[in-house]
T-cell receptor, first 115, second 117 residues
């Protein structure tokens, strides 16, 4: 148990659907992240939030829309996705965004399949 | 262009022997390196880290070695146990604001370790 909880664990959606991924951290951390893990690719950073403010958006298509209502919760809203968006989406948190010696604590991920 | 490379997608080792997982990086600005371990259906969990001011860090059965001149690090597991079977990710970050990505962890593709009883 890492203290970071993601729901749902699995999601199958059509290209016209709208769905949301949820992440909650119970560690009192100030920074939260969305990562994408596609088959045979490194983990790719998508978004970074620090103290509820989005500090980074790594050229992610607008069909992915993050939301961070408070420092404990992070959402990823999905709409009109493509089959190539099928991947494992991982949420992570860290104590602080401002140093490099930060360990990330990951959730178990949401395995997304877009049909 | 990959900045962190794990060139071996898989490694198989006998229980009790040493496992050596390798990682190469291209960005000389990286100054902090981490290893994460991932079991199926779980997220990655932190295993061990090393700062660029050191060349070795040890934690129980796990030791990470850093060779800055070769831009290479390795994770040694001794002795290997069946429970160590997992995917191991190497990650690196830079203190300076390199390409606007200060502090972001850059991951390799991972190496799948299988430890056979």
């Amino acid at each position: 148990e890492t203290g970071v909880t993601q729901t749902p664990r699995h999601l199958v959606m059509g290209m016209t659907n709208k769905k949301s991924l949820k992440c909650e951290q119970h560690l009192g951390h100030n920074a939260m992240y969305w990562y994408k893990q596609s088959a045979k690719k490194p983990l790719e950073l998508m978004f970074v939030y620090s103290l509820e403010e989005r500090v980074e958006n790594n050229s992610v298509p607008s069909r992915f829309s993050p939301e961070c209502p408070n420092s404990s919760h992070l959402f990823l809203h999905l709409h009109t996705l493509q089959p190539e968006d099928s991947a494992l989406y991982l949420c992570a948190s860290s104590q602080d965004r401002r140093t490099t010696n930060e360990k990330l604590f990951f959730g178990s991920g949401t395995q997304l399949s877009v049909l | 262009d990959q900045q962190v490379k794990q060139n071996s997608p898989s490694l198989s080792v006998q229980e009790g022997r040493i496992s050596i997982l390798n990682c190469d990086y291209t960005n000389s600005m990286f100054d902090y390196f981490l290893w994460y371990k991932k079991y199926p259906a779980e997220g990655p969990t932190f295993l061990i880290s090393i700062s660029s001011i050191k060349d070795k860090n040890e934690d129980g059965r796990f030791t990470v070695f850093l060779n800055k001149s070769a831009k290479h690090l390795s994770l040694h597991i001794v002795p290997s146990q069946p429970g160590d079977s997992a995917v191991y990710f190497c990650a690196a970050s830079a203190r300076a604001n390199y390409g606007g990505s200060q502090g972001n962890l850059i991951f390799g593709k991972g190496t799948k370790l299988s430890v056979k009883p």
